[in-house]
């Protein structure tokens, strides 16, 4: 797609005063907040979430909304990061006083399944197609030189409050190579992804850590 009818597609889902409105409480939200799971990385997903939706014919209206509280979670409770979807499917609520019901489950549902699955960590499941591509949305952001950046810099700060080794070169290394398994569900995703596919990181992380070997054997 080009990028003048993706930013066209968006425009028009902005129409939806509900949604306009959402947009900029969320981006007021974010505004100043120096995280990882910023404004920009919100607003690549919504945008890879248009491309993908569309590809895929989803509900863009609900995608859409989804994409804009699916890191909510980050926000709420900052110091359990593995868990923002959980906390993200309740604290995205107060958020949708202007959705049914019916439609708050959606969303909800939406943002509970939205971290991608790879070895070692279970996800819970996408099932519908709008679940797909959002969650698809948000994994494509891991891929690419972009991706890279934005994988080193979540992980950098997942160190920061002692999560896993992160706060260690070799800790890093070893994310960016579980970053390179992440599985993706749909056909419009693997599309992308496949324009995406420099740099390996499986190749980055072993040339990181073959370079570390040295500074890794000194024993004092
Ligand atoms: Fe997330
Ligand atoms: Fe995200």
């Known amino acids: ?126 099932f519908s197609l709008e679940e797909k591509v959002l969650c698809d949305a948000d994994q494509v952001d891991k891929f690419g030189w972009i991706g890279l950046m934005q994988v080193i810099k979540v992980y950098a700060e997942y160190g920061t409050i002692s999560y896993r080794n992160y706060d260690t070169m070799h800790g890093l290394a070893e994310g960016i190579e579980e970053a390179s398994h992440i599985e993706l569900y749909t056909g419009s995703a693997r599309k992308l992804a496949e324009k995406l596919r420099e740099p390996s990181y499986h190749e980055v992380s072993q040339a990181i850590l073959k370079e570390l070997n040295f500074f890794d054997g000194w024993k004092d």
């Open 1 to 126: 797609m080009e990028n003048q009818e993706v930013y066209y597609i968006l425009k028009k889902i902005l129409k939806e005063p509900r949604i306009a409105k959402l947009y900029d409480t969320m981006k007021d939200k974010y505004h100043g907040l120096k995280i990882s799971h910023n404004w920009e990385h919100i607003m690549r997903v919504v945008l890879n979430a248009v491309v993908i939706g569309t590809e895929e014919g989803a509900d863009l209206s609900i995608v859409i909304t989804a994409a804009l509280l699916h890191d909510i979670g980050f926000i709420t409770n900052p110091s359990e990061p593995k868990k923002h979807n959980e906390y993200g499917a309740m604290d995205c609520l107060p958020y949708l006083n202007e959705w049914t019901n019916e439609e708050k489950k959606i969303i909800s549902n939406i943002i509970l399944k939205h971290k991608g699955k790879y070895p070692g960590y279970a996800a819970y499941e996408p």
